[in-house]
């Protein structure tokens, strides 16, 4: 596609769900994609599964909580690819609770995961950028970025949370496109991290009417395969039957 053959996009949270689905998917538009994310096993299957249908992609280990990793990740993606166009902050978990269950340890995750790793990701490619003089951040939040639902009070805070970090590095940045993606119901394996019996109950109605992560990989590549002067900002994909 237009804009991204040839272009390095680093994904965090590659390893399974939305970021490996979208690494396949720009692999195949001819990106070189770096995946990062705990679960090196999974990395190394789908970067070779990549390389053998004639892509460009490597990997790396990456906890995006810890600020020297996530630095680490993207020189590995300089060391492997020469610069970084694309960073895709996706990393991210959901272990939904009401707040009366006072999973604090789960809190505290969510926080530091889905909005530290998200800034994490942006500190280690902004200085990159700005003497590139062009590159785009694309960070992942939620329809749960929009609205708050019962047992999602921290994880919404969270998303919440992504989606003003994105519009404020974007106003501050005209020479880097930034685009928030928010998935509404998706089928992976977000919902298995949900510890708290009657919302885990609760959330298999998500499950149910998930859509494909292909959906949001293709979000994803049309976002990138825009003209550099277009910035597409947010796009909201969710299934039909959703609220
Ligand atoms: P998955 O659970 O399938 O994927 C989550 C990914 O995040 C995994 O690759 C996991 O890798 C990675 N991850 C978790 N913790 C860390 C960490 N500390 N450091 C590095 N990587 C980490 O779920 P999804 O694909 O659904 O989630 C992707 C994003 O999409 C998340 O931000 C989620 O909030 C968002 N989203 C998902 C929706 C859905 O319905 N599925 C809806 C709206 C938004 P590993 O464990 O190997 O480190």
Not at 67 to 95: C, H, Q, S, T, Y
Not at 154 to 180: H, M, P
Request: aromatic share 4%.
């Amino acid at each position: 596609m237009a804009n991204i053959e040839g272009k390095v996009v680093l994904i965090t949270g590659a390893s399974s769900g939305i970021g490996e689905v979208t690494a396949r998917h720009l692999a195949k538009q001819g990106a070189k994609v770096m995946l990062g994310a705990r679960r090196t096993d999974n990395l190394e299957k789908i970067v070779k599964d990549i390389k053998d249908a004639g892509g460009s992609a490597a990997f790396k280990s990456v906890d995006v909580v810890k600020r020297d990793e996530v630095d680490a990740f993207v020189k590995a993606a300089i060391d492997e690819f020469g610069k970084v166009d694309v960073i895709v902050n996706n990393a991210g978990l959901m272990p939904l609770s009401p707040l009366t269950a006072l999973k604090v340890d789960e809190w505290d995750r969510m926080v530091d995961v889905n909005i530290k790793g998200t800034l994490y990701g942006i500190a280690a490619v902004l200085p990159l950028m700005k003497k590139q003089g062009s590159g785009q951040v694309i960070n992942l939040s939620s329809v749960a970025g929009h609205v708050v639902f019962p047992g999602g009070a921290v994880y919404c805070g969270t998303k919440f949370a992504v989606r003003a970090i994105s519009e404020g590095l974007r106003q501050e940045n005209k020479d880097i496109r930034v685009t928030i993606i928010s998935p509404g119901a998706v089928a992976t394996e977000l919902l298995e991290h949900i510890t708290d019996e009657e919302t885990a109950k609760m959330a298999d109605g998500f499950g149910q009417i998930a859509i494909s992560s292909q959906a949001i990989a293709e979000s994803v590549a049309f976002a990138i395969g825009q003209p550099d002067d277009v910035d597409v900002n947010e796009m909201i994909v969710r299934p039909t039957v959703q609220d």
